[in-house]
């Protein structure tokens, strides 16, 4: 392989590797708003702020405070939804303010506990992005 074949394969290689670990399932607010009008079980891990959580969250949703998940003690927040998660086979739907790096920390360490990828999804947009206001709950 010469010098440029080399480079591109490590350029590409590296991208494959990239866009793998930032892979992560959506969900789109239509489809969980569908979900919640057919009553569809599932579980909703919400890791927003305590403030914010007590201001607007989905009806259901399981407090965890853990946003935005990038410190030991923050991931362990969702330690208390395992026991919920492993007792079910419901997808498992992570709420966070706008549905990017803490949802994906979040997302990332439910699969390192052990969760099937397959279960898991992510709110597109997060809380922010929720278009369907009259589906929040107030307080806790």
């Not at 920390?105 to 439910?110: D, F, G, I």
Request: charged content about 20%.
């Amino acid at each position: 392989m010469n010098g440029t074949k080399r480079i591109l394969w490590v350029i590409v290689t590296l991208l494959v590797t990239v866009s793998g670990a930032m892979a992560a399932n959506y969900i789109e607010p239509q489809e969980l708003k569908q979900a919640f009008e057919k009553k569809a079980p599932m579980i909703i891990v919400d890791i927003q702020p305590a403030k914010d959580f007590a201001q607007q969250h989905l009806p259901g949703s399981i407090e965890t405070n853990a946003f935005p998940a990038k410190t030991a003690d923050e991931k362990h927040r969702l330690d208390k939804v395992l026991v919920t998660i492993n007792a079910s086979t419901d997808p498992v739907i992570i709420i966070c303010p706008r549905g990017k790096s803490g949802a994906i920390n979040s997302y990332e360490y439910l699969l390192s506990q052990g969760v099937a990828e397959s279960r898991l999804q992510i709110l597109d947009d997060g809380i922010a992005g929720w278009p369907y206001k009259e589906l929040f709950k107030q307080g806790k």
